[in-house]
């Protein structure tokens, strides 16, 4: 952040005081690097000068100011950009004919909550989306109501459409608890406990009380179907490594009393002893425990053919649920499944259970070494002893470590180096460092000496050194991913040999750690391996759909439809349509500069020209991708030559940890030429990562070439891209490798906003893209070419010339309804015995297209005076008429500061046009 001093003006109100000096923030927009001045030609510095300020306390802005009037047009319905959806009359582009019937997979109640919808008769699958992406909060669990009635909308159907339902909650089951009584549902809902927490619970849409044929399926085998119904080989082994799955009693007592609506692995077998335990007698361990036993990790094998597929348990370990299950999280993290135990890793050093990623992208820090430019290097220390240890396919075999995850866990440690000599907290984000390795064609040497994120002396990027606990979070990560690896090649390959299979599909959690992946696709000699784009728990609607499609050739069973014959496109969520974007452009409209562009080949030369120019780009085509990783529909593409990108992505466009990778989208014919991939590549068409699933090393001759997609252990994350998979952005890298000579473009997924899912809609991606404050130069959305429109102040104040006549000035409005709130903080005195306060105004427009849900919408105020023109700006005053109205008032008052009026009508005005611009620049208002 950049730090502009500006002093302020003592309005003599009558209502309000404010200090003689505040700390203006200035977006990362303003710095040298993002290219960007908002402001235009007002000059930033304001003379230095002490104003006497009176002892004044009250409200923070005149409500008379603010009130709309009759006339004003300010109420939320009226709001000019906001569409009108009762306009809205386009016909879904994924509708089908109104006599198709669906069967839907559901991921339900769980988190990741996730519905896919497939045609009955004929097997092709017409959508899937998760429910974060509609909710805008990640992980969404709960009930689909919300999801069922969007699915039928896109589909133009109504619920009579839905012939058969497969469905799965891996905490608990589903028909027998929670929806064999719709009135019990209501009246938690009434309550608000249980799932009635949330609107929908008891809605038919949820329940989906029209549809007779519902069953539940277990969680590890609904995993394994969404890998073998779709991976293009005819058998193989499919190995499902997980936190935890369904509960051993749960899958027994469905056995034992043949209950019809709840498939299992123990549903499949002739014998439940033909299925391999760990433990062995989990039978007897099951009777006398205290809680119960999940699935950990299992394997199946398969076999189809056009018109079956069947699927065989033939291995199974249990994890004991060793603390209560009505703990947080379902005492999870107490679990010794391999993904409970990774997990834990990442609730240690983050405190948040499901960024696993995270872990794996900080593990190869480890044997990095800094100089601390003082009188040593940094470097973190080796854990000795292994937390994972031992094979899981044999009875007390698996031998695990907890106690460096014990304790005060890392993200809540606070060491004396995240302090300076004052005592002053320096060190807030206590992950935040890369390598500092940087080439000056990296930066600009000429960059604003005032950004603070640069060295003085010559423009360079500070050092971002980690601190003691990152240290100790690199060598957690490198053991735990260590061991992870480790003890899962040597189980893969056991289940290899055990089963006789040459071609391996990956599901659970656990897949989604594309080291490990890499090392088993490589190493173990399998001749193919097939990892959806959905390994996770949003997968599990997939493979109940495909349970509701194809049954298993194991079980008597009506005829089938004809089973997949190629993996499904993980392009599968809604199509917006081009109505939806003019309407969210339109929503936006005062901030944004949009052209029309109808030739591909120009959107095409548009982009690469921006991202071989250094330029951050957004990319938002067609319909979204299924799954955790963007795959070019939504996404943030850059560069991969320029090494400073990494930091600049990092801290200002996803606002996140500078220690973190970026993945590459790389031509498939061109990978092998740039990354180490193996030798089954070659059977693969080198396509061997299309979802982004696989880590590589990249050669060290093009390391230097690419320095912005190659971590720091000369690893890669790439998704290989092939002209059937996705035409447009085939195009997009073939012609960005025709302008330089490299045949892929950085990508990142499109969410800019902490802790928010990858966008879905069109209003996503704008709201997305103002959030990133310019530091992405361009959103494509559709055939629109999007771009931030800076503040004119010459608009604003009638100054600017079309056709030699002066414009009329502009008159600030609002985007919308605001309300305010205030916070004071009282302290100590300062030192000559007055009391010391703090007060904090913060603003709330939920119609504003930067409104985030997430912290409530509150946006800090620098001051009074930015409270108070924010409610002046109603569209029908001027610059003008402000300043009328605020000198009028400080000469009732008699505040005389200055020897002449026109020097403190100077500084009221730049005060004035430089929150204006602020305000502008946040959406909060438009002239």
Not at 90 to 103: H, I, N, R
Not at 148 to 164: F, T, W
Not at 410 to 436: A, H
Not at 523 to 530: A, C, I
Request: glycine letters at 8%; charged letters at 25%.
């Amino acid at each position: 952040m950049i730090y502009h001093t500006i002093p302020t003006l003592t309005l003599g109100l009558g209502i309000s005081a404010v200090s003689s000096t505040l700390a203006f923030t200035a977006s990362p927009s303003h710095d040298a690097a993002i290219r960007h001045h908002i402001i235009g030609n007002v000059n930033r510095r304001c003379p230095q000068r002490s104003i006497p300020t009176n002892p004044l306390f009250s409200t923070p802005f005149d409500l008379d100011m603010y009130d709309p009037s009759e006339d004003s047009e300010l109420d939320a319905s009226s709001n000019p950009f906001q569409p009108d959806e009762d306009d809205v009359s386009d016909l879904s582009p994924l509708a089908v004919p109104p006599d198709t019937e669906l069967v839907l997979g559901i991921n339900k109640y769980s988190h990741d909550t996730t519905i896919c919808a497939a045609d009955a008769k004929t097997g092709k699958v017409l959508f899937a989306v998760a429910k974060e992406r509609i909710t805008r909060k990640k992980h969404d669990g709960g009930n689909i109501a919300g999801l069922v009635e969007l699915c039928l909308d896109q589909l133009d159907l109504d619920l009579d459409s839905v012939v058969r339902v497969v469905m799965n909650n891996h905490h608990h089951r589903i028909l027998p608890f929670i929806e064999q009584n719709p009135d019990h549902m209501e009246w938690e809902e009434g309550l608000g406990i249980n799932g009635g927490t949330e609107d929908g619970y008891s809605d038919e849409y949820n329940i989906l009380t029209t549809v007779e044929d519902k069953i539940e399926m277990s969680h590890h085998l609904a995993h394994a179907y969404s890998a073998a119904s779709q991976c293009p080989f005819n058998e193989g082994m499919v190995v499902v490594m997980d936190g935890m799955g369904e509960t051993y009693r749960t899958m027994k007592r469905a056995a034992d009393l043949d209950d019809v609506t709840y498939v299992s692995d123990f549903s499949l077998c002739v014998k439940i002893e033909d299925i391999q335990f760990v433990p062995s007698d989990i039978e007897e361990k099951a009777k006398t425990s205290y809680f119960d036993w999940r699935e950990a990790e299992s394997v199946y094998t398969f076999k189809k053919d056009k018109a079956r597929l069947e699927m065989k348990p033939v291995f199974k370990r249990f994890t004991q649920e060793n603390t209560p299950p009505s703990l947080y999280n379902h005492g999870f993290e107490n679990m010794d499944s391999l993904g409970a135990v990774y997990s834990r890793s990442s609730s240690h050093i983050f405190g948040d259970w499901n960024a696993c990623g995270k872990v794996m992208g900080l593990a190869p820090w480890k044997g990095h070494v800094w100089d601390d430019g003082k009188s040593g290097q940094l470097t973190a220390g080796i854990l000795e002893d292994p937390i994972l240890r031992g094979a899981l396919y044999k009875d007390d075999e698996l031998h695990i470590n907890k106690s460096s995850m014990m304790g005060m866990p890392l993200i809540s440690r606070v060491d004396p180096d995240m302090f300076d000599d004052e005592g002053n907290m320096v060190r807030t984000k206590r992950y935040d460092f890369d390598d500092n390795n940087f080439e000056e064609s990296d930066y600009d040497s000429s960059a604003n000496d005032e950004d603070t994120s640069k060295n003085e002396e010559d423009g360079a990027p500070k050092k971002q050194l980690p601190v003691k606990v990152a240290l100790d979070a690199i060598s957690l990560a490198s053991r735990i991913q260590s061991d992870l690896e480790c003890v899962g090649m040597d189980f893969v390959k056991q289940m290899k040999e055990q089963t006789g299979q040459t071609n391996l599909c990956l599901a659970g959690g656990v897949a989604l750690n594309s080291v490990l992946n890499g090392r088993l696709s490589r190493e173990l000699g399998f001749e193919n391996t097939f990892i959806p784009p959905y390994p996770g728990d949003d997968g599990i609607a997939i493979g109940c759909c495909a349970y509701g499609l194809f049954g298993n050739g194991n079980i008597e069973q009506e005829e089938t439809v004809p089973l997949w014959n190629e993996a499904l496109s993980p392009y599968l969520g809604p199509l917006p349509t081009d109505t939806a974007m003019q309407e969210a452009i339109e929503w936006a409209a005062p901030w944004l500069e949009v052209e029309t562009v109808k030739d591909e080949r120009d959107r095409i030369d548009i982009l690469v020209d921006e991202i071989s120019s250094g330029g951050v780009v957004a990319l938002y085509n067609g319909r979204s991708e299924l799954g955790p990783r963007a795959l070019g529909h939504r996404s943030i593409l850059a560069d991969p030559r320029k090494k400073g990108l990494v930091r600049f992505i990092n801290e200002f466009v996803k606002k996140r940890e500078s220690f973190r990778p970026f993945a590459p989208s790389a031509l498939a014919e061109e990978a092998s030429n740039w990354f180490d991939l193996g030798e089954y590549a070659a059977a693969a068409d080198n396509n061997v990562s299309p979802y982004m699933s696989i880590t590589a090393q990249v050669k060290e001759s093009k390391r230097d070439l690419i320095p912005a997609v190659t971590h720091v252990d000369g690893s890669s994350r790439l998704q290989t891209v092939t002209p059937e998979a996705e035409p447009f952005y085939y195009r997009l890298i073939s012609a960005f490798y025709k302008a330089t000579g490299v045949p892929m473009v950085l990508n990142t997924s499109f969410n800019t906003l902490k802790s928010e899912p990858i966008v879905e809609t069109p209003r996503n991606a704008i709201r997305s893209f103002l959030s990133s404050m310019g530091t992405i130069e361009i959103l494509v959305m559709g055939d629109y070419v999007i771009r931030r429109k800076e503040a004119n102040v010459r608009t604003l104040l009638g100054e600017e010339q079309k056709s030699g006549l002066r414009t009329q000035p502009s008159f600030p409005r609002r985007a919308g309804v605001a309300n305010y709130k205030t916070t004071f903080s009282a302290g100590n005195d300062d030192g000559d015995g007055n009391p010391m306060s703090d007060s904090v105004t913060l603003v709330q427009m939920p119609d504003r297209p930067m409104h985030n849900e997430k912290d409530g919408g509150w946006f800090e105020l620098l001051d009074d005076l930015e409270g108070q023109l924010l409610g002046i700006c109603d569209g029908s005053v001027g610059v003008n008429d402000i300043m009328t109205h605020f000198s009028a008032l400080a000469e009732e008052e008699g505040q005389q500061q200055f020897d002449k009026i026109t020097e403190y009508d100077q500084i009221l005005f730049e005060n004035i046009i430089r929150r204006l611009v602020r305000l502008y620049e946040h959406s909060l208002i438009s002239w």
